[in-house]
């Protein structure tokens, strides 16, 4: 797992994860809300995902999707 050095788990942006996926932010709510993908959701209501989640999300996929 990615760790910061608190040891608290890395938490990535829509932004980021869009950047890693090569797809809109759009696409990863859409992600969220169809339940492929998991998010915390911060005080000001943004999301956060953790990025060894992602990583093995984008590890099981075939093509580089979700």
């Known amino acids: 797992m990615s760790e910061n050095i608190e040891g608290r788990p890395r938490l990535l942006t829509a932004g ?3 950047a ?3 797809v809109a932010s759009a696409t990863v709510n859409r992600w969220v ?3 492929r993908v ?3 959701r911060t005080p000001g209501g943004g999301q ?3 990025e060894a989640e992602i990583r093995r999300v984008v590890g099981d996929q075939t093509g580089g999707r979700p």
């Open 16 to 18: 980021e994860v869009a």
């Open 20 to 22: 890693m996926f090569r």
């Open 33 to 35: 809300r169809q339940g």
């Open 38 to 40: 998991r998010c915390v």
């Open 48 to 50: 956060r995902f953790d």
